[in-house]
C-alpha cells in the first residue's frame, strides 16, 4: 500500500539532496553529555495504587537515560563506565498493571560490569541523524568506544564495544530479570557458550517471553558462567552485542477478547523465532546490521529539516537547556527538540510494530504509569498528530493495524452502548458501528464512558481520514477510512437524542473535567463518582460527531459512494449546533455553562471543547468562533502538563497566533522537559515530544482547509529560516524558504497528483515553473490564493515577485 508513496519519497529525496538547501543533510542533531547518565536506583518496588508515579519510580533513567527503539523494543542506555545499565522494554509484554486490565512492565535489565572508574574525556552522545547511541573515554592511556543501535529490518539490538589497544576489553555481560520478586512473572536465566538466555512466562495472560544477548567477541575469550547466568570477557579487542527479544503476543482480535488466561497459547514460545533472528543477525555480521539500519532510518528521519536560523550549539544538552530555562532563546534547542520528536516516533512506531504507547516504547517500571497503554482522550491521537505532517506516515501504519485488529471488539462494544443507552435505536446484528473508550492497552480496549464521552471515537478516525488525506491512497480510503468513518457515523446516529430540535449525544462527558457539587445543583446532569459531570450535548461529543459526519460525507464524495445512511447524515449534521460561544466569549464546554468555568476547573488540562479547532475544523470555519477559541485559550492559561502544552501549541498554531504557539512551545520546554529532552506530564509520557514536534509543523504548514498554507503562525523568533520535506493534505510535499517573515523561496512536489491550491499573503502574483523551467498554467484566486492542476511525481517552483506583501 505504501509502496508508491515510497517510490516518491526517495524520488523526491534524490530532488531534495539537488535542492537550494542541499546543506540541511550535513547539521548533525544530537543530544551529548560529558558524564554518564547517574543510576541511583528505582524507588521500592512495593505495589501502590498511584497512576501517575508507582513505587518502582527511577528518576535517573527518567531524566538522565537515552532512549533506541525499534518500534518492537524500546532500550534505555546510561553509558556507565562503572556498570552500564542497558534497560529493555518490549511493547507486548504486560503484567496486570495499574488497574488490573494489563500494563507495560519492563522486559530486562542486561549490565555490563567495566569496573572503570576515574575516566578522562567522557563522552555520551545519541545522534539523532543515524538513531545511534555513542560512548567514549579514556582510561590509562586507551580509548574506548561503544556504539548502540536498534534495527527494525534485523529487529535486533547491536552493541560495539572497540578499544584502540588490542586486548583491553575486559568486562561481565550481566542480564537481570526485572520484579521477579513481586510473583507476578516467572523466569530464569541461561549461560551456555557465547549465548544469555532470559525465558519465563507472565502467567496473567499466558505470555511467553524469551531474550538472547549474544557476546561475540574478537580476540581473547568469553567464558559462560552457568550458575550465575552471566558471561565474562577477558581481553578482547573488540566485542559485539546481539540482543533479541520477543513474547508469543499476537495483534489479533482474539487477544483483546479472550479472557484472562486464555488470552495468548500457553503452549506457544518465541523460542524459534528469536533464536531465528539472532541467528540472522550473526550471520549478517556488525556492519551489514548497521547497513540495514542506516538505511531503514535514514529514509524517514532524512526527509524533512527545519532551520529556524539557529547555530548549533555546542553545549551539552542539560546546560543547553538550563540556559533556556532560565530565559535564553535557543531556536537550535527548538529545532532539535522537533527533529527528537520525529527520532521518538520512529523508534517506538513501525509498521509491524504496536503503536506507540503512552511511554513510546520504554518504560524501567514494575508498573508504568497509567498502565502504559494506549489513552484514547488524546494521548495516543496526539502521539500521530505530526506523523503525517512531518512526513513519517508509515509509523501511523502500527495505529492502523492496531484498529483493524480492534475493530471486531470495537463493535461490540458499540452495540453494548447503545443497548445500554438508547435501546431503541439498536439494529440487529453488529451494524451499531464501533467506538473505543479511553484506558486501551495491548491487551484490552475498553469501551466508551466513564470521564470521556464517546467522542474518544471520532478523535481516533481523525488520524484514519488524516492518513488517507496526507496520502491520498485510494485502497486505504475504500478498505479502511471509509468504511471506518461510515460505521462510526452509525455509532453516533444511535447515540444522538433529541432536545427540542437539536439532537445531543447523551450521556455524554468533557474528557476528565471534574466539577463541583454546588456547581451542577439545578443542572439537569449529574457527577459521576463524585466528579466527572455527566450531561447531555458536551461540545467534545457534538464536535466529534460533527466532524466525522462531515468527513464521512467527504470521503463518500471522494469515492463516489451513495450509502442511504448518508442521508440520516445529512439530516442530523444540521442538528447537532456543537459550537456554543458564552456570555465571556468563550467556547462553551457544556451546554448549560454561561461564563467560563460555570462547570469545571478554570484551569484544567484538557481543552476538549477546542478539539474541533484542532485537529478537527469545525471551528477554523467562523472567524467568531477563532476569536472565541483564542478566549478560551486565555482563560485556560499555560500553567499545565505537558501534553496539555502541546495542544495548547497546536490549538495556537491553527488560530494563526504564531507567537502564542511559540510561548506554549517554550513552556513546554522549560517546565516540562527532562535533560534527556524527553517529555515530563510529569512524569515521563512520549505525548508531549510528539504533540509539540506537531505543533512545530502546525506552525509552518497547514491544509485543513482545501488549501496549503505557507508559514500560517510564524513567529517573531523564527523569523527567518527554511525549511524541506513537510507534508500538506493532497500529498504535496512542500519546502519554503523565508526572511523577516515573508516567504522568498517556495517550492512543491506533488506525490499523487490533483489540485494544488496554496494560500500565502501576495501569491497572487506568483508565477510557477515546472521541473522543466516552463511555467505553469494556474488559476489566481484573488491576492492570496493561486492553484493548478499538478502531475503525479512533479516538483513546482514559486517564483514569488518582489513588491508585493509576500516579498
Ligand atoms: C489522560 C490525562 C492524564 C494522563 C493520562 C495518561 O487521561 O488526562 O493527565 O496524561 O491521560
Known amino acids: 500500500m505504501m509502496k508508491k508513496l515510497i517510490q516518491l519519497a526517495s524520488i523526491l529525496a534524490t530532488c531534495l539532496t539537488m535542492s537550494a538547501f542541499a546543506n540541511e543533510a550535513s547539521r548533525i542533531y544530537e543530544l551529548w553529555e560529558p558524564e554518564p547518565a547517574p543510576n541511583n536506583g528505582r524507588s521500592k518496588w512495593e505495589e501502590t495504587k498511584s497512576s501517575r508515579r508507582p513505587k518502582s519510580y527511577d528518576r535517573d533513567w527518567e531524566r538522565w537515560s537515552y532512549p533506541i527503539g525499534n518500534g518492537y523494543t524500546g532500550v534505555s542506555i546510561f553509558g556507565r563506565t562503572d556498570t552500564e ?18 500494563g507495560l512492565t519492563s522486559f530486562a535489565e542486561l549490565y555490563l560490569d567495566f569496573n572503570q572508574d576515574d575516566v578522562k574525556n567522557y563522552r555520551r552522545s545519541l545522534n539523532l541523524n543515524e538513531s545511534i547511541a555513542h560512548v567514549s573515554y579514556e582510561k590509562d592511556g586507551v580509548t574506548y568506544k561503544r556504539e548502540y543501535f536498534a534495527s ?96 508469543n503476543y499476537r495483534l489479533s482480535p482474539e487477544t483483546f477478547s479472550n479472557t484472562s488466561v486464555k488470552k495468548l497459547n500457553p503452549n506457544e514460545f518465541p523460542h524459534d523465532a528469536v533464536s531465528a533472528r539472532m541467528q540472522a543477525a550473526h550471520d549478517l555480521g556488525f556492519a551489514k546490521l548497521k547497513q540495514n539500519h542506516l538505511k531503514d532510518y535514514q529514509n524517514l528521519f532524512g526527509r524533512v529539516s527545519v532551520n529556524l536560523n539557529s ?99 470495537a463493535r461490540g462494544h458499540a452495540t453494548d452502548y447503545v443497548s445500554k443507552h438508547n435501546p431503541k435505536q439498536l439494529t440487529k446484528g453488529d451494524d451499531n458501528g464501533w467506538i473505543i473508550g479511553t484506558g486501551a492497552n495491548a491487551y484490552y480496549i475498553p469501551s466508551a464512558g466513564g470521564h470521556s464521552g464517546p467522542g474518544t471515537g471520532g478523535f481516533t478516525a481523525k488520524l484514519l481520514v488524516d492518513y488517507y488525506e496526507f496520502t491520498q491512497d485510494k485502497e486505504y480510503l475504500e478498505e479502511v477510512a471509509y468504511p471506518a468513518m461510515l460505521s462510526l457515523s452509525k455509532f453516533y446516529s444511535k447515540v444522538l437524542v433529541p432536545h427540542g430540535n437539536k439532537l445531543l449525544v447523551e450521556p455524554s462527558a468533557s474528557p476528565e473535567q471534574t466539577a463541583t457539587p454546588e456547581q451542577v445543583e439545578g443542572l439537569p446532569g449529574h457527577l459521576k463518582g463524585g466528579r466527572n459531570y455527566i450531561t447531555a450535548g458536551c461540545t467534545f461529543d457534538q464536535g466529534f460527531v460533527w466532524e466525522s459526519y462531515s468527513d464521512t460525507l467527504a470521503l463518500a464524495n471522494a469515492l463516489g459512494n451513495k450509502d442511504p445512511f448518508l442521508d440520516t447524515i445529512r439530516k442530523q449534521i444540521t442538528k447537532l449546533d456543537p459550537i456554543l460561544v458564552g456570555a465571556d466569549g468563550q467556547i462553551k ?219
Open 85 to 102: 545499565r542497558v534497560q529493555i522494554t518490549d511493547k507486548t509484554l504486560h503484567n496486570k498493571g495499574i488497574y488490573g486490565k494489563g
Open 152 to 247: 527494525y529490518p534485523d529487529n535486533v539490538i547491536a552493541i560495539r564495544l572497540t578499544a584502540d589497544q588490542q586486548g583491553a576489553l575486559s568486562f561481565t555481560v550481566r542480564p537481570e530479570i526485572p520484579y521477579l520478586a513481586m510473583k507476578q512473572r516467572t523466569g530464569s536465566i541461561t549461560a551456555v557458550d557465547n549465548l544469555l538466555t532470559l525465558k519465563g512466562s507472565m502467567p496473567l495472560y499466558s505470555c511467553n517471553y524469551e531474550g538472547q544477548i549474544k557476546v561475540l567477541n574478537e580476540g581473547g575469550s568469553v567464558t559462560a558462567d552457568a550458575k550465575k547466568g552471566t558471561i565474562k570477557v577477558n581481553k578482547a579487542d573488540a566485542v559485539t552485542l546481539l540482543i533479541t527479544t520477543g513474547t
Open 589 to 807: 464546554e457544556y451546554r448549560e455553562e454561561n461564563h467560563y468555568s460555570d462547570i469545571g476547573q478554570p484551569r484544567h488540562r484538557h481543552i476538549s471543547h477546542l478539539c474541533p479547532l484542532f485537529p478537527g475544523t469545525l471551528i477554523n470555519s467562523k472567524p467568531e468562533w477563532m476569536q472565541a477559541a483564542s478566549k478560551t485559550l486565555d482563560l485556560r492559561g499555560d500553567r499545565t502538563t505537558g501534553w496539555a502544552l502541546a495542544h495548547r501549541m497546536n490549538s495556537r498554531a491553527r488560530l494563526g497566533e504564531g507567537d502564542k504557539a511559540h510561548e506554549a512551545f517554550q513552556r513546554f520546554i522549560r517546565e516540562r522537559t527532562a535533560t534527556n529532552l524527553w517529555a515530563l506530564h510529569p512524569p515521563f509520557q512520549i505525548d508531549g515530544s510528539l504533540g509539540t514536534m506537531a505543533g512545530v509543523a502546525e506552525m509552518l504548514l497547514q491544509s485543513h482547509d482545501d488549501s496549503i498554507q505557507i508559514l500560517p503562525a510564524l513567529p517573531k523568533a523564527w523569523s527567518t529560516g527554511h525549511f524541506d520535506g513537510l507534508v500538506a493534505r493532497g500529498n504535496f510535499v512542500v519546502s519554503a524558504k523565508w526572511t523577516d517573515a515573508k516567504a522568498t523561496e517556495l517550492s512543491i512536489q506533488s506525490r499523487s497528483g490533483g489540485e494544488c491550491r496554496i494560500a500565502y499573503p501576495g501569491i497572487g502574483k506568483a508565477t510557477v515553473t515546472g521541473s522543466d523551467g516552463n511555467q505553469v498554467k494556474l488559476t489566481r484566486d484573488g491576492q492570496d490564493q493561486i492553484h493548478f492542476a499538478s502531475k503525479l511525481g512533479e516538483k513546482y517552483s514559486l517564483q514569488l515577485v518582489k513588491g508585493t506583501s509576500a516579498n
Open 311 to 409: 547555530k548549533p550549539s555546542a553545549d551539552p544538552t542539560h546546560i543547553l537547556l538550563q540556559k533556556y530555562q532560565k530565559g535564553k532563546a535557543n531556536n537550535w534547542l527548538e529545532e532539535l527538540m522537533f527533529q527528537y520528536g520525529r527520532y521518538l516516533l520512529i523508534s517506538s512506531s513501525r509498521e509491524k510494530s504496536l503503536p506507540a504507547n503512552l511511554q513510546g516504547a520504554w518504560s524501567q517500571d514494575y508498573y508504568t504509569p497509567w498502565s502504559g497503554g494506549f489513552w484514547h482522550n488524546i494521548n495516543v491521537q496526539m502521539n500521530y498528530w505530526g506523523s503525517m505532517s512531518a512526513n513519517l506516515a508509515e509509523c501511523f501504519e502500527a495505529y492502523t493495524n492496531f484498529y483493524k485488529a480492534y475493530l471486531p471488539i
